[in-house]
């Protein structure tokens, strides 16, 4: 099953609808109480940095502690979608 959340931005509020400016925290209070069930967790590639780290400092590993799940970044195109997809079936 794939199931696509809406992050709210509650960092610079929820006028801002830009993907690029979520934090990770916004992520993880969004996903904390949804992830049940759910094998990994794939984060389009615009909201993270060269270095995989959120605006917030939040890395791809601080994310995966937290929600207790792998996540992965993909490109944000329907093709690194459907990537991710496949790859991270390879992966479990």
């Given amino acids: 099953m794939i199931d696509v959340a809406a992050v709210e931005n509650k960092f610079f509020g929820p006028s801002v609808t830009v993907a690029g400016l979520l ?21 389009p590639d615009v909201v993270l940095n060269e270095d995989n780290i959120f605006l917030d400092d939040i890395t791809l590993d601080d994310l995966e502690e937290a929600l207790g799940i792998p ?22």
């Fill in 23 to 43: 934090t990770g925290r916004d992520v993880i209070k969004t996903l904390l109480d949804k992830i049940e069930g759910h094998e990994m967790l794939l984060v």
């Fill in 71 to 92: 996540a992965r970044k993909i490109v944000s195109t329907p093709e690194g979608l459907l990537k991710g997809l496949v790859e991270g079936t390879e992966h479990n």
